[in-house]
């Protein structure tokens, strides 16, 4: 440990990022991230916390957000459209610059989610995640564990393309555009007002279903 290094430098060194700290106890005394420790003191580092009451000790994130939105760096396509298709508010680009993500992060209150640990590092960040997994089906499930969001699940009710809130459509409304065969077999429909794409119970909506399960018994 260099005597001049902050305690938030010594902390990811060892790969944590800040924003996955909320509290920081040296030698049981609640300390910030400017804190300089001095050699022999022990530091104890707590997680952002979701129901621990910790209202006595020096809080070094804000409180926690209820409404969990998200924003993904350019490698977490996949991860996006999951996340879509479970309902959360899930913003995405595909290429996308360090500046534009943590600007969106910070404007629109989203937890960032990469596997950047550079990026995570930035003090304008609050909210973040650093992904410990690079398997899509995996990531989805570590971000359910993490933040606990098994029962927030509304599955079916974004757009998995671009973000849109989907919305119920009569078959009447749309029928010009679809498929002949989805046209004979299919009655319910939803659509997106964005960018107008047609949702229907498909050929895959068994293996979607199973997704969704999956990760609603993700936290037991």
Request: hydrophobic share 35%; net charge neutral; proline share 6%.
């Amino acid at each position: 440990m260099v005597p001049t290094q902050s305690v938030k430098d010594v902390i990811e060194s060892y790969g944590v990022p800040h924003t996955e700290v909320d509290a920081i106890l040296v030698d049981g005394e609640s300390v910030d991230f400017g804190h300089r420790p001095a050699a022999g003191e022990r530091i104890s580092v707590y997680p952002v916390f979701e129901s621990f009451d910790i209202r006595l000790l020096l809080r070094l994130r804000p409180e926690p957000l209820r409404e969990t939105r998200f924003v993904l760096d350019g490698h977490l396509g996949k991860l996006a459209r999951r996340l879509r298709l479970f309902g959360f508010d899930s913003s995405y680009a595909r290429q996308p610059a360090d500046d534009d993500l943590v600007e969106i992060s910070v404007a629109e209150r989203r937890i960032l989610l990469t596997r950047d640990r550079l990026l995570l590092r930035r003090r304008a960040v609050t909210h973040g995640y650093l992904l410990r997994s690079d398997q899509p089906r995996a990531q989805v499930l570590e971000v359910v564990r993490r933040f606990q969001l098994a029962e927030s699940i509304t599955p079916f009710t974004r757009c998995v393309a671009c973000n849109g809130v989907l919305e119920p459509v009569e078959k009447a409304d749309i029928e010009h555009r679809l498929p002949p065969r989805t046209r004979q077999h299919y009655d319910e429909f939803r659509t997106c007002p964005d960018c107008s794409r047609d949702y229907w119970p498909g050929a895959h909506h068994a293996r979607l279903e199973r997704m969704v399960r999956e990760a609603r018994s993700a936290e037991a």
